[in-house]
């Protein structure tokens, strides 16, 4: 798989290299598949055109007149998809039978589906210290996540890292975390299995779907200056 890149935090990682790309067609079964094998899978430009700039338009309201501000820019932290009009464009988003057929079968339950959207919009430098999701982690609250961008993203303006395969991993760590706030920065607490993991930083352009379980360990990448990332995350809870 060649040889891993130098890295912002203590880690290595490699580019669009390990995580399996799908596309619109694949059948439900193949995504599947990809899901209980590495936790994550990627559909490059699953939005384009109309739909794609309808959704941007729409979050991005969102990031600039209900989020609330953090060190590295907005943050919308919204309700269920079921809150949302209809004709919104990130209902119309989500709201997709194949979406939920997915959900459903590996989270193995109907409920729970999309209980909130969550968006950001980073265009701040890193001033000081480390931004929250800046470091390898998993979620304490489990999720599968449906992760869009809505700009072109590389590592420059803040690339989404995640290490494909390490879930079963996570399931063995929690067990041995007694602190999750203090722990949670995988790179200093289990240099071992992140080395056994390495993340991947995922570039793409704007319409790129991401869907993975959060026990992966993942992170966000961080902006340089001049440079934004605006993204919209579903989260269906285990």
């Known amino acids: 798989i060649g040889e891993p890149l130098c890295a912002v935090s203590p880690t ?12 619109k067609t694949t059948p439900l079964d193949r995504l599947l598949e990809g899901l209980n094998s590495d936790g994550i899978f990627i559909i490059d430009q699953y939005l384009e055109g109309q739909p794609l700039i309808e959704l941007y338009d729409e979050v991005l309201g969102l990031c600039t007149t209900e989020a609330g501000h953090y060190e590295l820019g907005r943050n919308y932290r919204g309700p269920s998809l079921q809150s949302f009009y ?106 071992e299995a992140v080395k056994k993991y390495p993340p991947e930083a995922v570039e793409g352009k704007a319409g790129t779907l991401i869907v993975f379980d959060t026990d992966c360990f993942h992170k966000g990448g ?15 809870k285990f």
Not at 12 to 23: L, P, V, W
Not at 139 to 157: A, G, M, N, W
Not at 225 to 236: D, K
Request: charged fraction near 25%; charge should be positive; proline fraction near 5%.
């Open 12 to 23: 290595a990682y490699y580019i669009n290299i390990m995580i399996k790309k799908f596309t």
């Open 86 to 191: 209809t004709n919104s464009a990130i209902y119309k988003t989500y709201n997709e039978d194949w979406m939920k057929n997915l959900d459903s079968k590996y989270r193995k339950t109907p409920r729970g589906y999309c209980s909130n959207i969550f968006a950001t919009h980073d265009f701040k430098p890193q001033v000081s210290g480390s931004a929250p999701n800046a470091w390898l982690h998993y979620d304490r609250q489990r999720c599968l996540k449906f992760f869009i961008y809505l700009t072109d993203i590389y590592q420059e303006s803040g690339a989404f890292y995640c290490s494909p395969g390490s879930v079963k991993e996570t399931s063995l760590i929690r067990k041995k975390i007694k602190n999750y706030p203090k722990e949670r920065r995988l790179d200093d607490t289990f240099p």
């Open 222 to 236: 961080l902006c340089k200056a001049g440079e934004e990332r605006l993204v919209v995350r579903a989260h269906c």
